[in-house]
């Protein structure tokens, strides 16, 4: 875990996610949702998360299924919204 968290961003926990009655997983960072999801992806997630050993590994989990989503080109389009 160590080698995939060189710059020490997972510390932080920039990462949460809800669940609401139907199972359907919203993945936020910082507290803006970038991902949502539903049915077999949703239920191989929370199954992952259950048996995660610590914050940081769920962390890493949600890191993952959010995939990169950051491309650089949050800064130019954030004024335009």
Same mark, same amino acid.
């Given at each position: 875990?160590?080698?995939?968290?060189?710059?020490? &961003? =997972?510390?932080?926990?920039?990462? @949460?996610?809800?669940?609401? !009655?139907?199972?359907?997983?919203?993945?936020?960072?910082?507290?803006?949702?970038?991902?949502?999801?539903?049915?077999?992806?949703?239920? &191989? =997630?929370?199954?992952?998360?259950? @048996?995660?050993?610590?914050? !940081?590994?769920?962390?890493?989990?949600?890191?993952?299924?959010?995939?990169?989503?950051?491309?650089?080109?949050?800064?130019?389009?954030?004024?335009?919204?």
């Amino acid at each position: 875990m160590d080698n995939i968290n060189k710059r020490n &961003r =997972l510390e932080d926990a920039p990462f @949460s996610y809800r669940v609401n !009655k139907d199972n359907t997983v919203f993945i936020d960072y910082h507290g803006k949702q970038v991902k949502i999801l539903k049915g077999k992806e949703a239920e &191989r =997630l929370l199954r992952r998360i259950s @048996s995660a050993q610590n914050d !940081k590994s769920i962390q890493l989990l949600l890191a993952k299924v959010t995939g990169n989503f950051k491309r650089g080109n949050e800064i130019k389009f954030k004024n335009k919204r």
